[in-house]
């Protein structure tokens, strides 16, 4: 069966540094989001991408946060100044149809500042 | 509570019996879904009911939505070691003017063989 997939599983970064998280996608999926869960909190919603642009973004995505398709498979999530508080699970995932139909997640990237 | 809040927060069963978790939340939706999740491992989707919908049923899977009271419950019969995760229910909402999926906090289901 199809997966997303995720690299790293786990990142450490010093604070201030800029990281880059990967996923591919299902192959033939349209619907690309990213979540993050901090340890022993909710998975929160950070954005949603269709045809190469942001489609909703939460108040968590500020400036610090971008994303981008550089080619037909990857989908990438960029933080450009880490702060501690980013250290959370990102979980990459996507789904066929849009209007938050059933997602596939990846296993997602620790992530971890210090 | 907040949009999907989950109880109870932790339930520990013995392999066969039943398993129910309920979910609760707080602005209209567009749908409902529940999806489990395994330590270390991402979220997997089990099901998704609409708005319009009161109960759906896959496999040992059973959900009920009841839009009046803002409440959706998952039912897991027979249940087996392996049913032992975390259980999320999302709802799909507009809510600060965005279209998103809000998950809850979860229930942690342990399932004794």
């Known amino acids: 069966e199809p997966e997303v997939t995720q690299t790293p599983s786990h990142q450490v970064t010093q604070m201030g540094q800029e990281v880059i998280l990967r996923c591919v996608p299902i192959s033939n999926h349209l619907y690309f989001y990213w979540y993050r869960q901090i340890l022993g909190q909710k998975v929160e919603f950070l954005v949603s991408f269709y045809n190469n642009e942001i489609s909703e973004k939460s108040e968590i995505f500020d400036d610090q946060f971008s994303v981008e398709r550089p080619d037909g498979s990857n989908f990438t999530l960029k933080i450009r100044s880490t702060k501690l508080e980013d250290s959370a699970m990102y979980f990459c995932?996507?789904?066929?149809?849009?209007?938050?139909?059933?997602?596939?997640f990846g296993d997602g990237t620790r992530l971890s500042i210090l | 509570s907040q949009q999907g809040e989950e109880d109870p927060q932790a339930l520990s069963i013995q392999e066969g019996e039943n398993a129910t978790m309920n979910c609760s939340y707080k602005?209209?939706?567009?749908?409902l879904q529940w999806y489990r999740q395994n330590s270390g491992r991402g979220l997997v989707h089990l099901i998704l009911?609409?708005?319009?919908?009161r109960e759906k049923h896959s496999g040992r899977l059973r959900v009920t939505l009841d839009t009046s009271k803002k409440s959706s419950s998952l039912l897991i019969t027979a249940s087996r070691a392996a049913d032992t995760a975390s259980y999320f229910c999302?709802?799909?909402?507009?809510?600060?003017?965005?279209?998103?999926?809000?998950f809850g906090s979860g229930t942690r289901l342990q399932v004794q063989p």
């Open positions: 999302a709802t799909d909402a507009f809510e600060g003017g965005r279209r998103a999926l809000t």
């Open positions: 009911i609409r708005s319009n919908e």
């Open positions: 995932a996507s789904s066929e149809r849009g209007g938050m139909k059933p997602q596939h």
């Open positions: 602005t209209s939706i567009n749908n």
